[in-house]
């Protein structure tokens, strides 16, 4: 890709790949190049809709809009923090002492006011978001002034605060926002030095809405930092519990409130430990004790923001922050029956899912795919190593704890989770994953393709689910290679489908073809024995479709796959792999390749066919005797089956007394093609292993007419070349 960059020389093919790195960039978490690219793209070629669809998806761009000067200057120090020339792409064009100068310059003050401004256009603001993004996230350098950066970022978020004006305070909340959305690390440094949290929280009560309003963001936005945490519930859980409870307070800080209250509850933030608390402490209100004191519950708050969802509040913040909070809240129980269970509530995130589809909104997508993954979500199914570790956690945390451990909750039983998965089906949850399933964000695709495996878990909820259209959905996530996690919880889903419902019905004008690699990868995964035995399953009732379907896994190298499972330590994966080896050799070239004995080994292909013959799984045996029967039609494979180890004496297994009536049949097949190709060689070997015996057991005593009819056609068979057939024997 960096040589086609060197070579092109059109601004439009130039553009076009540098969209295509930038989603490879995403892919890979490196957001900082994938905006340093998106933005170069958009500067190449305006008319690039591609690259104006992912720039409003990364920071909102407005592309036509009148050129602020200030892009321009902040471009400038975009491209001297970009990685210099050196080869090894670890230091920027500016030096430290350079940086230092920049950090320590009005300009510097300027970025960050871009960011923190309400009135800021967007293509400023997004500039400055990108060029604080590259001072924060540097190449490897080892002297690299990062302390100095974020000091000087707290002396103006300081300065601000101090001024006393409520403008000013305003722009150092919004700000300090801004910078936590570019590095958790830097806000989450500035807000808890000493006194900052303390002091905020002292003062809020007395300050207008909007300023409470920001401080609020940032709240919520630091309560996912350990440490931010417990500054948050030791100084603002009395505020924080007030503002929640009461009802006459502002719709917007009131969500954002029921978030952070959400969030601090769902990473079991507490202070200290009231008994172990240093003197200074000791005045802290914990988080439950503030919302006790307030009469507020975590149920209280659910209800709350259910009540945002379903009112179809045209406010995004206030909705986004509803969502966001739930998303957080479903990590119990108890909310995820109390969301399922409400209709109007899963009709209204369904609609807003939909909504949200037209407005780029991708954290909105997260926070409702996220509910709807949380909801569904069936308990991982442990081995035995990981239930023993599991019983010895839940043993030292009954022992820490000062209540009884209760055992397993029985709303996350495989039970309780298929009826909240039936529901979520009945509500329409899988328009809203379609939704999601088209984002440009890869979290986003993978959240909507982890739902969908759950969704398809039951086998009821299967049929509703293709009527819905889910295979239209799914099939798009499987070809990315960009999301291999993503991928591969696509292609599972589609495998499920497939195992229970007839591949015709399910995939309708979906070709069966386009399945196969997917189904394929499923098989080469070798960490997962489940992978590998649904794909196997999937494609064996794919390859019953038709010629094309098994010419198609033949050509993408499927048998060599197959053959390699056959020796898995697993027995259903190893009967699985023979019923699809057995499927396949109705297809021509994979016959010519077991059945001539010039193709390379076809020997041992046969062989290992004649050992699973004999196998103690019954399938198993099925299986690769029926593979057998259909190959013994070539005097190829007669010749080879006579040429490996007790090859009669395998063949006469087959035809025990003991044996299941399909694996008899499947014998004398064998049998009858040995004597047509072989004759009078074949007849001395199986008579040798008192075939003509079991034959006559078979016509006797076999209650199959069909089987009693064919043993007694090779009887016929064996006498018509010169074996003496006695009944009486």
């Known amino acids: 890709m960096a040589e086609a960059l060197e070579t092109s020389s059109s601004p439009k093919d130039i553009a076009s790949i540098l969209v295509e790195r930038a989603s490879v960039y995403e892919a890979l978490g490196q957001s900082v190049a994938a905006r340093q690219d998106i933005q170069a793209a958009v500067e190449k070629d305006a008319t690039n809709e591609k690259a104006q669809a992912a720039a409003r998806l990364l920071f909102p761009v407005n592309i036509t809009e009148e050129k602020d000067p200030r892009v321009d200057l902040f471009r400038t120090y975009l491209e001297r923090l970009s990685p210099a020339e050196t080869g090894t792409g670890t230091e920027t064009q500016m030096g430290a002492a350079d940086i230092k100068v ?14 923190g401004m309400q009135d800021t256009p967007p293509s400023v603001r997004a500039t400055a978001y990108m060029v604080l993004t590259r001072l924060f996230h540097p190449p490897q350098e080892k002297d690299y002034p990062m302390t100095f950066i974020i000091e000087q970022c707290a002396k103006s978020f300081s300065h601000c605060l101090g001024s006393g004006k409520n403008k000013a305070k305003l722009l150092a909340f919004q700000t300090l926002y801004a910078l936590f959305q570019t590095s958790m690390t830097v806000g989450a440094t500035i807000l808890s030095q000493d006194g900052v949290v303390q002091d905020c929280m002292d003062v809020i009560e007395f300050e207008v809405v909007e300023v409470q309003l920001a401080m609020a963001n940032v709240l919520a936005i630091a309560s996912s930092d350990k440490t931010c945490q417990k500054l948050i519930v030791k100084y603002g859980s009395g505020w924080l519990a007030k503002i929640a409870s009461r009802p006459s307070s502002d719709e917007r800080l009131k969500a954002v409130v029921g978030t952070t209250l959400t969030k601090l509850q769902a990473q079991g933030a507490e202070t200290s430990d009231p008994s172990t608390a240093a003197p200074e402490e000791d005045k802290s209100e914990s988080l439950q004790e503030a919302m006790r004191h307030m009469n507020i519950s975590s149920g209280d708050l659910v ?15 206030v909705v986004l922050n509803a969502v966001e909070g739930l998303a957080y809240s479903t990590l119990e129980s108890k909310v995820k029956e109390s969301l399922v269970k409400d209709a109007m509530f899963m009709k209204s995130l369904v609609a807003l899912a939909i909504n949200a589809a037209n407005t780029n909104s991708n954290p909105l997508l997260f926070g409702i795919g996220t509910i709807l993954l949380n909801i569904t979500m069936y308990r991982p199914v442990l081995d035995e190593q990981q239930q023993q570790m599991k019983k010895l956690r839940d043993l030292a945390n009954a022992k820490n704890s000062k209540t009884s451990s209760t055992g397993d909750d029985p709303k996350e039983s495989d039970k309780a989770v298929e009826v909240r998965v039936q529901l979520a089906v009945d509500h329409g949850a899988a328009l809203a994953l379609m939704v999601l399933a088209k984002s440009t964000s890869q979290n986003i695709r993978i959240v909507a393709a982890s739902t969908y495996h759950q969704l398809v878990t039951p086998q009821t909820t299967r049929g509703t689910l293709l009527q ?24 599972q889903s589609l495998a499920k489908l497939a195992i229970t419902t007839d591949p015709r019905l399910a995939f309708g004008s979906h070709h069966p073809q386009s399945l196969v690699r997917p189904f394929l990868s499923l098989c080469k995964q070798d960490n997962s024995q489940l992978c590998q035995f649904e794909g196997l399953m999937a494609l064996t009732n794919l390859a019953s479709v038709d010629d094309e379907v098994r010419l198609q896994i033949f050509n993408e190298q499927g048998m060599t796959v197959f053959e390699n499972l056959q020796l898995s330590n697993n027995t259903m994966v190893q009967r699985a792999a023979t019923e699809m080896v057995c499927n396949m050799t109705f297809c021509d070239p994979v016959f010519d390749m077991y059945s001539n004995a010039q193709q390379p080994g076809s020997q041992n292909k046969v062989r290992l066919l004649m050992i699973l013959s004999d196998h103690e799984d019954e399938r198993t045996r099925k299986a690769a005797s029926g593979a057998l029967a259909i190959l013994a039609n070539s005097k190829g494979t007669c010749e080879m089956m006579t040429h490996i180890d007790r090859g009669y004496e395998r063949i006469a297994r087959l035809l025990e007394k003991e044996e ?24 001395e070997g199986l008579v040798n292993e008192k075939v003509d015996k079991k034959l006559i057991a078979i016509v006797k005593e076999c209650q199959v007419a069909v089987v009693r009819a064919a043993a007694m056609e090779v009887l016929k068979l064996l006498a018509g070349h010169g074996a003496v057939i006695r009944s009486n024997q």
């Open 303 to 317: 209800e709350s923001m259910k009540a945002i969802v379903k009112s179809k509040s045209e406010d995004a913040t």
């Open 660 to 683: 299941v009536v399909d694996v008899q049949h499947r014998g004398v097949e064998i049998v009858r093609c040995m004597v047509h190709h072989l004759e009078k060689e074949a007849v």
């Open 468 to 491: 819905q259209g889910i295979v239209k959905a799914l099939l798009p996530l499987t070809t990315s290679q960009q999301d291999p996690q993503c991928s591969l919880m696509a292609s």
């Open 102 to 115: 920049f950090c320590s310059s009005s300009d510097f003050i300027s970025v960050l006011m871009a960011c």
